[in-house]
Structure formats: C-alpha cells, structure tokens
C-alpha cells in the first residue's frame, strides 16, 4: 500500500490526541487490521479506501479471540448500530462506516476532556495552571515560556493531523469533502487555545521584562551606591589603618579599633568627671558610648569591605552580602538610637536645664567629634557618604526632642543642685501616669498587634487570641507597677514564633517605647514566668540576642 495513503487514512496517528489508552489501543488495532486486509492494494485516495469493505468478525491477525467488531463492542453502547456493521451477515463492511464510528467516538472522548491535547477551551484554561504545575515539576530547567512553546508546537501538530482527509465527514453513503463535526470543534477550541495562550506568552515577557528591568535598576542603583561609597573615603588612608601589624609584623600605630577605643576611653574620662550630672545620667551617657562606638565599629567594617569590593569586582558575590550585611547592622543600630532621644524627653521631668542641654549636647558633640575623628584619622568622610542620612536623622531627633520652652519652663521649676522633681514637675508626672494608665494597653496592643499575625515559617498565628490577651495583661501589670512581675498560673506554652523576635520585642519596647534605661533583671523575669518553653534561659543569653533586620521589619510591619 502506497505510504501516503496509509499516513493520510490513520485517524490520531502516534495519538497526538493523548487520549486514554484503551481508546487509543482500540483505534490503532482497529485501523491496523484494516490496512493488513489491504496490504496488497494499490489504492489512488483515501476515499477509495474507505469505499472497500473489511472483515469485522474475522480474528485480527497476531491477536487471538479479537475482532474489529469486538475492539469496537467495548466502547458502542447501540446494538442496532453493531448489528448495522454487518452486511447480510458476510462479516464485511465498509471502511467509511468504521471511520464514522471513531470520529463519533472522538467526539465523545473531547465533550468529556479526556484527551489531555484536545481539552475543550474552557476545561483547558481552567486547568491550565495545573498542566503548568505538572510540567515544571517534571522539568528541572525550564518555565513556564517553554511550556507555552510546547503547548503551541501541539497545536501546530494536531493542526497539521487534522488537515488529512480522513477527518472529512462521513455520510450514509460515503465520505464527503467538507469537515466533520470533532474536526468543526476541535479546530475551534484549537483557535481559542493558541490566542489565550499567546496572551499569556505576552503577560510573562512583560513580567520577564519587568524584572529584567528592575534587576538592572537595582544593580546600576547598587553601582551608584558604591560608587557613593567610594567618593566619601580615601583608599590610602584606609589601607594603612585597617591592618593591626604593618608588612614587618610590627604593630601598626595608626591601627584603626586602636584609636577608636582610645577616642572612646577620652569620651567616657570626660563623663566620668563631669560634675554637672548625677551617677544615674553619667551610667546611661555611658551606655550610649558603648552603643555608638559599635555603630562606629560596624561603620569602619562596611567601608573596609568597600574597600575590598574595589579590589575584587570580578568575585564580589560574598562581599556584596558583607555589605548588605552591615548596612542593615547599621540602619537597625541607628534605629535603637531612639531609646536615647526618649531618655532625653523625660530627663525634662527630673533634672535641670543645665543638666538636660549636657546629656543634649553630650549626644550631638560625641557623634559629631567622631564623624571628625573618621574624617581625619581615617580619611573616611561620613557626611559625604550613604549613611549621612542615618547619621543626621538621629542628630535632628536629638536637637527636636528638647525646645527652647521647654528649658525655658524648667528653670523656673527646679532647682539645679536638686535631683527630685519640683511640684509642679510632680503634678505634671502624676497626669502623666494617668494617661499611662489609659493608654499604657493600646500602646503594647498596637506594638505586638504583630504576634497576632501569621508567621511566615511556622505558617500559623503567632500567638492564640486567648494567650494574647493574657499576655497583655501581664505587660500592662508589670509597667503600672514598676517592673513587678505578675502572679502567673498558666504560662504560655504555644509560640509560633522565632524565640529571637520575642526577645527582641520585649527589649525594644522596653527602651523604645517605655523610655527606660538599662535592662532591669525583673524583665528577663517576666520573659522566663510569661513563656514557659523558655523558663530556663538564663539572663546573659537572652541579652545577647542577635537582631536580625527582619525582626523590626515585622514589629514596625503591625505599627
């Protein structure tokens, strides 16, 4: 038989249809056991094939006990129409009449979405993202633009199959030339398919492009930023300060954490013998030096990876993380910082003016002596680099939190060389704490609104409703009556949480949001009573809690 004849007269050829395989072992047992009964002829069309009678009652050759008419048995329910394939009980029929019978069948199975290629259009958008699930599950590399292209090459296929004349309609009396009705359908569906999937191919390049767009955005902002960074420090200068020992294993004098710490110790002598401020303000002034000479610390550190950056672009991958790194250690010191400015706005209740334009100014001369010291020693110019915004944030919260009023006022309530508040400073304490007493539970409400979301690793609310409420109930207790810790029967036991981001919220709070000064012992008490997973941390553990960036990210998230 001529091999044209017999690709063109083979409906579903290599099941391009992916239809289940019963239905496709029917079909081709079928249509193979008619083209071995006319193995042996040399037919001009397709039509004049389909014009022959074949035997539907004979064995199929290599198969046992199984004929066409058995095959096809399985999946017709109308007797008359079995009986019908019979012509005057000879056992033949014609080859159109069994044609007609796998495209009434095609019809079926594509109505039904059975065939995976040949879903109606409205199955096939609706499953489309499970067919994209699937194929990317299977697919290491790829996405979901090469399944796009899959799909699009299938419907180049199934077009091509469709345009074989064994798809035309099939009439009583034979073949026509117009198509038949699963063709009709199936090309439709095909059209749908191909115009929702070129949208769809548009949407993610746009999306792609976007990206692209966005990536390269933030690379040449990140190359600007470097750059920024470059332009405000001295390459030599920094070279010769960071290393401890010179190339002859001598101690370097110009050692940068050497000059600091000395820079530091000047500082805290300058405290020490100040006799302005009590033994309380001199501890808390030098709690801040501590704190901004870590800053200061972290500050070098960034610049001296810059500075390694410059030197190595080609392999900076951990060197860009080094500086990610340090730039959020920084943001979020600086952002600690506002315990102090609060610190400020309440020495206005106890001390003098006197006394609260020194802490003041304390502040704002010792940040600004060391941007000098960097500048000189170090050659590193902060008010000219990215983080003079972190830097002139804090020095404005500084020199906004004390108004020349309020000093103004205060010389005419307190006396300078005493330490308790005057009367009229007590009556303005006393409104004060009955304010406190009002909003002191909106203010923790508000502030751990974040315990009541969802946590995005332990994927459930961080704490229960019922424990949430407990929980600020024993917080407000324990501020209303001076850092005591409640009476607690049933701690909490359930967190969903990162124990780090607890501890974290309670300190911050505590110096943040209450103003207070070091840590009392009483509140790592509280953490220990309140959270029963955790009743056995010892205090020098929990203070050194690392804060990752994204702790505060997810405290001032709820704020």
Not at 3 to 23: S, V
Not at 39 to 54: A, G, I, P, R, T
Not at 159 to 184: A, H, M, P, R
Not at 244 to 250: G, I, L, T
């Amino acid at each position: 038989m001529n091999k044209e004849i017999f690709k063109d007269g083979f409906i579903n050829c290599l099941n391009l249809f992916e239809i289940p395989e019963k239905y496709n072992l029917c079909f081709l047992g079928v249509q193979t056991e008619i083209f071995e009964q006319f193995e042996h002829y040399d037919f001009l069309s397709v039509k004049e094939l389909l014009d022959k009678e074949v035997n539907v009652v004979n064995e199929i050759r290599y198969v046992n006990n199984l004929s066409i008419r058995d095959l096809l048995n399985e999946f017709i329910d109308d007797e008359d129409l079995i009986k019908n394939m019979i012509n005057n009980d000879t056992g033949f029929v014609k080859c159109y009449f069994i044609t007609g019978v796998i495209q009434d069948l095609l019809i079926d199975i594509y109505k039904k979405g059975k065939g995976l290629a040949i879903l109606p259009f409205k199955m096939y958008e609706n499953e489309y993202s499970n067919l994209l699930k699937g194929y990317l599950k299977n697919s290491f590399d790829n996405d979901e633009l090469d399944f796009i292209k899959q799909e699009l090459s299938k419907i180049d296929l199934i077009t091509v199959e469709l345009d074989k004349s064994i798809y035309n309609k099939v009439f009583i009396n034979g073949v026509g030339d117009e198509d038949c009705d699963f063709k009709i359908m199936l090309k439709s569906s095909l059209e749908k398919r191909k115009r929702f999937l070129n949208s769809r191919k548009e949407y993610v390049l746009n999306i792609v492009k976007k990206e692209l767009l966005l990536k390269n955005d933030n690379k040449r902002n990140y190359l600007q930023k470097i750059e920024h960074y470059k332009e405000s420090y001295s390459f030599f200068a920094l070279e010769i300060v960071k290393d401890k020992f010179n190339e002859d294993k001598q101690i370097n004098s110009l050692y940068y954490l050497d000059n600091l710490n000395h820079f530091k110790s000047d500082l805290l002598k300058r405290i020490e013998v100040n006799k302005v401020i009590n033994v309380q303000v001199k501890t808390e002034l030098k709690f801040f030096c501590n704190d901004i000479f870590k800053i200061f610390n972290d500050i070098f550190s960034l610049f001296n990876i810059i500075n390694n950056y410059s030197l190595n672009e080609d392999n900076s991958q951990n060197l860009k993380n080094g500086i990610n790194r340090y730039e959020s250690y920084i943001e979020n010191d600086f952002n600690d910082l506002e315990r102090y400015v609060n610190y400020l706005k309440s020495c206005l209740f106890y001390y003098s003016s006197k006394e609260v334009l020194f802490i003041k100014g304390f502040f704002t001369t010792s940040i600004n002596e060391l941007i000098f010291f960097f500048k000189t020693e170090f050659g590193i110019r902060l008010n000219d680099s990215p983080l003079k915004l972190n830097i002139s944030n804090f020095l404005t919260a500084v020199e906004n939190s004390v108004s020349v009023s309020e000093l103004k006022l205060l010389d005419k309530d307190v006396t300078i060389s005493s330490n308790k508040p005057s009367e009229k400073q007590n009556n303005v304490l006393e409104s004060l704490k009955d304010v406190s007493s009002i909003d002191l539970r909106k203010k923790i409400e508000d502030y751990y609104s974040f315990l009541l979301e969802e946590d995005e690793n332990k994927k459930r609310q961080r704490l229960s409703d019922s424990d949430f409420n407990k929980f600020v109930n024993w917080l407000v207790y324990f501020y209303e009556n001076d850092c005591k810790v409640p009476e607690i029967d049933e701690p909490i036991n359930d967190i969903y949480a990162n124990k780090g981001l607890i501890r974290f919220s309670l300190m911050d709070f505590y110096k943040n949001k209450m103003a207070k000064g070091n840590y009392c012992d009483a509140l790592f008490d509280f953490y220990r009573c309140v959270f029963y997973p955790y009743r056995n941390e010892n205090t020098d553990t929990i203070k050194k809690n690392r804060v990752l960036p994204e702790y505060r990210k997810i405290v001032n998230s709820s704020n």
